[in-house]
């Protein structure tokens, strides 16, 4: 759809400069921006030093290269939908916005002289800006790659900030080692001075009550179980839990497995590591494009033989969805982005819901009613309404949504001691909505809203599936 | 299987909002699809049914019309001298008069305009007097038969509203009321470019803006020096999101003299207020809504009938199946008309759109010109069904509205709510009877 330039004449770079540097073999840096090429694998985050030596031809140089946005960047008429639609740039002077970071920036940076301006760092990878766009400018992909190459080449590897982002980015590792002795953790990690040091030393707020761990993982649960209780030959899903739900909110995974096994799936438990979302938000590339292979591999293996995958974080889809084929060209990258699911969307396509859940007398349940709030991330896939839609139909449980504000945590956002009162004055609106709601318990999809609204608000935070959970499992109804 | 619905709507502008809200008030089950957010948070907020039905009048010798040029005071007198082939004479002024009412009903108490046939004039941020059928409550006061002194206040970091040349142009046409305009910095610390919604939550919140008062106050302060006589006073539409009445309120009070928003380019404030009041319109009629994806693909059945259509998912192709499809997405500007060397056509299904064999003859000299490309879109039948070349429907299930229904040049009418009224109000009507 986009064209590809295949003259210098109208692909607006510097024919002049960019010649000579083509004959030595650099003609991926006046394209990709980057002067390094840490994995010849790389898509658009490190540049992809896709010729090289005496067989070079400049006319190629935006044919083929998947990293070059500059297309995206000239359908940006500028037209400022994306900063309207930023919850960062409503409330912090110091960043300029997302048409800036993206578009903008990326022209900028293609002269080998502008360095990526460090606000990016100030953008909290929302992805709400994608949405908003009325002409498709991939702006997100703008942002990660302009990340990526900020933290690689401007930021100080022994700076507090970086060690801090590296921390948060690569939560998964410490709650491996930390899930190890739950109890422990949560007591040390719960401990005011604990907190207290951490923000001093590490910059990392101590407003926040750091997550608890739950006595045993999803996954040591899954095992003892002796995983799944149900085969079929041709509804089969490969689940994707995640760190969060596999160290944490343990419940929301068990919900997950107990919904579709009602519904007759076969479940898989693949290996897999952290989706990269709180890495792609830091900059850290390399340790999401780490992560990333693991799962597309293993997810890959899944599809091959006739699992579709699901995913019950919508940060989690987004990213095997929208941000690995953006970042990374893994064999089978794409392939597993088509067969990637939410949870709830999954069931709502393939299976019949809504008449179960008709049928449910919700008065009898115990249930409350809910506060629900669609995750950005959900919101950016179109998702942001079904869990609203799917729960009209449950007769004696009111949920409403608490309206389109971001919660202002963004994952690692709000943990930043820098970044935490901007994260709350975001987060305001929302909490506002929640007060005034008729349900004082939440609901939404993802992990670190969760936290955000228990934090503004104090209610407790329920994910869909498990209202799933109790409307459709613990009763009798017919599925 | 797939997501079940009686009628698909495919585009979340006015169009597709009125196609959805007209279908479901029809008892259907809808399902909204929208590719973006909705368009309408780029639009200004006005609701224009027609303001000049015949733009050349004065000179378009083969017009074969004596029509007025306009500004219309009815929009309804200006219909029978549109063609024969517009939107308006194939749906008929009925429905506009019934798409307006379902306006009206849906949006409230936001809106002003409904008690009457007549347009009211709105100033704009240009310095022109705009023929509309429907404004937003909070640009009341400014209108421009009212003919009170008035001030406009533009702010030297929101650029695309240059108050003193927009009340030397409107003392220029001749208004009723003497005008005045003056630039003043917003209160506070803010970047230079910061953008309108910063600026329009500090307003909503009144920030604290230094010097031990707020933003409303200081703002307050910085103006009444210029008042003079004034007894009304326009703002760029920026004076707080959802709150806006009580911004407004305050300031008047603060000001003695009544403050009214003037409508703006995109980002629109007034655009987004009216995209949050029409989705709550729509929730409460129990329409279901995805939005952020695009149709990508269709199937038809052995009649010619569209049986699903797939959403693109970040890569995942979802199905949707419904009796009925509405297209709402746009003309050329809103991509639901695209062209290439061969020819305009419609960009999801991929419907006939008559044009003219020489492209030289698509558009004319002028920016402002009688374009042929204006008027480009689908061509419908009596039911707005999309057809063909050969005059019969393309799909028996299709029904259009709006803009990618061809045969108005909207932008020089001002004509382009009214058309996403009529049209989605039938759309959506002829949708629910086939589901």
């Known amino acids: 759809m986009h064209d590809t330039h295949d003259t210098h004449g109208d692909c607006g770079c510097d024919g002049d400069e960019a010649e000579p540097s083509a004959a030595t073999g650099e003609g991926a840096v006046a394209d990709g921006g980057t002067a390094a090429a840490p994995d010849s ?40 939908s994306c900063d309207t639609s930023c919850p960062v740039a409503e409330v912090d002077d110091s960043f300029p916005g997302p048409k800036f970071q993206g578009p903008e920036q990326w022209r900028l940076k293609r002269k080998e002289d502008t360095e990526v301006d460090d606000s990016i760092t100030g953008c909290s990878n929302c992805m709400r800006c994608d949405s908003a766009c009325p002409s498709d400018v991939p702006l997100s992909q703008m942002h990660n790659t302009a990340r990526g190459e900020y933290v690689d080449n401007q930021m100080d590897k022994l700076s507090r900030e970086y060690l801090r982002n590296r921390i948060l980015a690569n939560y998964g590792t410490l709650a491996g080692i930390g ?10 990690m719960g401990n005011s001075l604990v907190q207290k040091v951490n923000e001093k030393l590490l910059g990392i707020t101590a407003e926040r009550d750091f997550p608890e761990f739950a006595d045993q993982t999803f996954r040591s649960w899954w095992k003892q179980r002796g995983g799944p209780k149900v085969e079929s030959e041709d509804k089969r899903i490969a689940y994707f839990h995640g760190d969060y739900a596999n160290y944490n909110t343990v419940e929301v995974a068990k919900a997950l497995v107990r919904v579709y096994e009602a519904f007759g799936y076969e479940i898989l438990v693949p290996d ?40 019950s974080c919508t940060s989690c889809s987004m990213a095997l969805r929208q941000e690995y084929p953006e970042l990374f060209d893994f064999e089978g990258t794409e392939r597993v982005a088509a067969n990637t699911y939410d949870a709830l969307e999954y069931l709502l396509i393939n299976e019949n819901v809504i008449d179960p859940i008709r049928a449910v007398d919700g ?17 950016n896939q179109g998702l942001d309404r079904q869990a609203v839609e799917l729960f009209r139909h449950l007769d004696g449980v009111n949920v409403e949504d608490v309206g389109d504000s971001c919660s202002g945590i963004s994952g690692t956002y709000g943990w930043k001691e820098e970044k935490y009162d901007y994260s709350m004055e975001i987060g305001e609106e929302m909490f506002e909505h929640m007060e005034h709601a008729e349900g004082e318990t939440g609901m939404t999809e993802c992990p670190t809203c969760s936290m955000q609204m228990e934090h503004g608000t104090g209610y407790e935070i329920d994910h869909p599936l498990q209202v799933l959970e109790a409307a459709l499992v613990d009763t009798d109804v017919e599925i | 299987m797939a997501i079940e619905a009686d009628v698909v709507v495919v585009g979340g502008g006015l169009a597709g ?26 639009a200004s907020g006005l609701i224009d049914a027609l303001g000049y039905p015949n733009p050349d009048g004065d000179d378009a010798d083969d017009a074969g019309t004596d029509a007025a040029p306009g500004p219309l005071a009815d929009p309804f007198a200006g219909i029978d001298d549109l063609p024969a082939d517009h939107p308006y004479r194939i749906v008929g002024a009925d429905a506009l008069r019934a798409g307006l009412a379902l306006f009206d009903d849906a949006v409230g108490d936001l809106y002003r305009g409904g008690h009457t046939d007549r347009n009211a004039l709105v100033a704009t941020t240009s310095g022109r007097a705009k023929p509309t059928a429907r404004y937003p409550r909070s640009m ?9 002194a008035t001030l406009l206040v533009g702010f030297e970091a929101a650029t695309d509203f240059d108050a003193p040349l927009a009340a030397d142009r409107l003392a220029a046409v001749g208004v009723p009321f003497d005008v005045d305009g003056v630039t003043v910095e917003f209160p506070g610390e803010y970047r230079a470019d910061a953008a309108v919604t910063r600026l329009a939550h500090a307003l909503e919140r009144d920030e604290d803006a230094g010097e031990g008062r707020t933003s409303r106050q200081r703002l307050a302060d910085r103006v009444r020096p210029h008042l003079g006589d004034a007894e009304r006073v326009g703002f760029p539409a920026m004076l707080g999101d959802s709150q806006v009445e009580a911004v407004r309120a305050d300031l008047s009070e603060r000001l003695g003299a009544e403050v009214f928003e003037i409508p703006t380019g995109p980002p629109s404030l007034p655009g987004i207020r009216l995209a949050d009041r029409l989705f709550d319109a729509l929730d409460e009629a129990g329409v279901s809504m995805t939005t952020g994806t695009p149709v990508v693909d269709h199937e038809t059945d052995g009649d010619g009938d569209i049986v699903r259509v797939y959403i693109d998912r970040n890569g995942a192709e979802i199905p949707y199946r419904a009796d009925a499809y509405v297209l709402a997405t746009g003309g050329l500007v809103g991509k639901g008309v695209d062209s290439d060397r061969d020819g305009p056509v419609e960009a999801v299904f991929g419907c006939h759109v008559p044009a003219p064999d020489d492209r030289m003859a698509w558009s004319e000299e002028g920016a ?24 019969s429907p393309e799909f028996g299930n299709l029904f259009a509205a709006g803009g990618v229904v061809g045969g108005a040049d909207v932008a020089r009418e001002k004509s382009a709510s009214g058309v996403s009224l009529a049209t989605g109000l039938v759309a959506g009507r002829s949708a629910a009877e086939e589901g």
């Open chain 1, 41 to 80: 694998d790389a898509a658009t985050d490190g540049g992809t030093a896709t010729e090289t030596g005496g067989d070079f031809e400049p006319v190629d140089v935006f044919e083929g290269s998947e990293m070059d946005l500059r297309p995206g960047a000239d359908s940006c008429y500028k037209c400022t």
């Open chain 1, 179 to 188: 899930s190890k002795v739950p109890r422990l953790t949560n007591a040390i």
């Open chain 1, 272 to 311: 897999q590591r952290c989706s990269g979302t709180p890495m792609f938000a830091n900059g850290m590339l390399d340790d999401a494009r780490r992560s990333a292979a693991v799962n597309v591999e293993n997810l890959g293996d899944a599809v091959e033989q006739g699992y579709d995958v699901v995913a």
């Open chain 1, 363 to 379: 008065d009898q349940l115990d249930l409350p009613d809910f506060a629900y709030h669609a995750p950005c991330h959900s919101r």
């Open chain 2, 17 to 42: 909002a009125t196609a959805a809200l007209s279908a479901a008030r029809d008892g259907a089950h809808v399902h909204l699809i929208s590719a973006n957010e909705s368009t309408l948070r780029q």
């Open chain 2, 140 to 148: 009341a006061p400014g209108l421009v038969s009212d003919d009170r």
């Open chain 2, 368 to 391: 402002f010109a009688d374009h042929a490309f204006a008027r480009f879109g689908v061509e419908p039948d009596d039911r707005l069904r999309p057809v063909g070349s050969d005059g």
